[in-house]
């Protein structure tokens, strides 16, 4: 299976304009082989909020418009997709993000782990981490700073786990090389699509890093992109080699 992270810069409060800069990617995504998608953590709405009424007007329930566009891009492209999104359940809110594929959703998570002013605004999440398969590969996800975490990793991968899927808005430099740690400590593969640019209010900016990257179980980077910069970082991922967990012939890291 190939596995696409695509980056991008967000438009904050502007969902038309990012469906079209992440429609641009995911075409170009299909072409070249990819079997899945992966968009970053918020990626219609922006990250950085100010208010609770702010976040309302963009926050969706599982059916809204987003994810159904998200659920139209997956039959149209044959592919499967995860995408980041403010999900609204009743008045609470969550920093949420779906799984979905031709034939239906896979996984519906809750981010765990929230930064930051997430906060004053989101719920932590209340959903179990989840394992599915797709096109002969066990999938995981988490999302951003589920990362600092090594029980989020460590939980996909006891759960059977060879991709762990990791939409992002990074803003802490660390993540990228502590993706090489949780690869190497579970001997999995984790694909980080992470934005890059700049939410602005007033004089205030938050900064993203981008470096959106594919992890290899031996902690070898297959691919990364650059901290300014659109684009796609695509890999092949072979589950028998997330599925031997034999360091030596003496150590496994099960056992």
Known sequence: MI??????DIAWEEPAENFRRAAVLAARAVSSG???????????????FESEEQLRALAEPLDGPTLERVREWSHQ????????FPERDGETIYNSALLTAPDGDLIHYRKLHLFGDEKRWFEPGDRPLEVVEYRGTKLGMMVCFDWRFPETARSLAFRGADLIIHPSNLVLPWCPDAMITRALENNVYIA???RWGDDVHGDEKLHFIGQSQVVAPNGE???????HEDGIVEAEIDPER??????????DLWD
């Open 3 to 8: 596995v696409a992270g695509l980056q991008l």
């Open 34 to 48: 990819a079997h899945l998608l992966v968009l970053p953590e918020l990626f219609a709405s922006g990250y950085w």
């Open 221 to 227: 980077r297959l691919g990364r992109l650059g901290e």
């Open 77 to 84: 492209l044959d592919c499967a997709i995860a995408a980041g």
């Open 242 to 251: 997330a599925r031997n967990k034999s360091v030596s012939q003496w150590n």
């Open 192 to 194: 980080t699509s992470d």
